[in-house]
């Protein structure tokens, strides 16, 4: 559900949002989950506080019953550190805001059960999301970390895995919680949905590749005439890998070509960079020997 904008960010309430604070009403627990929400609210508004300062657009932020998700655009020419701090900005609102209200407690020895339950809340939401695994901060921050060697696309698959590896953890956790009455089953909802959300960043993984090519060529193709005429990267592959896979291994400095080589080391055929991509923006991606024939 649209519940309206801020600046130039459409606030997005999730439906399943919305049916868990029903559920909580209905359970007697509705104030503690006001305070969760104001939780992740702070979490990801200053979220998208950072990301203003830094220049980032923010197109919208999507409220989900366990968290939120600001989606931003990057700046063109701006690099991966951006994206680390301001993935990191959230975490660190919610641990100083634990912080703050511990120091007030240890001044006025008065603090109302309430104030400790949304302090617990903030710090549990800071340490959590710290977990190195997509769609989690840590995950984000990892990311960026580990684009600047791996590049995008490997990055985000290994931030992909993390966040499956929490998810795996969390439900094994939980249901064992339930077979012993430890707990209930909250958070084998939470790890579905941790696990769903991770899934969804790897189908754009390839989508960060291209992000990451282009932008990478970007910078090398305004270093001079030399980039443009005498610098190329060759590449020997078989006959029978896929395009996609070939086009992960392209280096973005240099102009591609691929040789493709076939049984008894004979040269089947050479294939341009162009003629590869021209083929994955159409949709295809067909094993090499495919292309050669057409």
Known sequence: MRAGRVGTAEIIFNDYFLLLLGLYFLVGVLPQALLLFTAVAWHEGCH??????????VKSVELFPFGGVARLRRPQGRDFTDEALIALAGPAASFFLAMGITLFDLLLNLTPA????????NLILALFNLWPGLPLDGGRIYRALRAKHTGLYRATLEGVYGGQVLALLLGLGSIGGFIFRLADLQGLALALFIYYAARREGEVAPYMFWQDFWRQRGKEAVKGDQFKTTRVFWLAAGPGLTLARVARSFSPRSF????????????????????IMQE???????????LLRR
């Open 48 to 57: 998208v506080l950072a990301a203003s300062r830094l220049g980032w657009k």
């Open 280 to 290: 994955l923006l159409e949709g295809g991606n067909n094993t090499l020997d495919v």
């Open 114 to 121: 309430w104030l400790l339950f949304f302090r617990q809340v």
């Open 256 to 275: 591609n070509l691929v040789a493709v080589i076939g049984k008894g080391g004979r040269l089947e055929g050479i294939l341009t960079e162009t003629e």
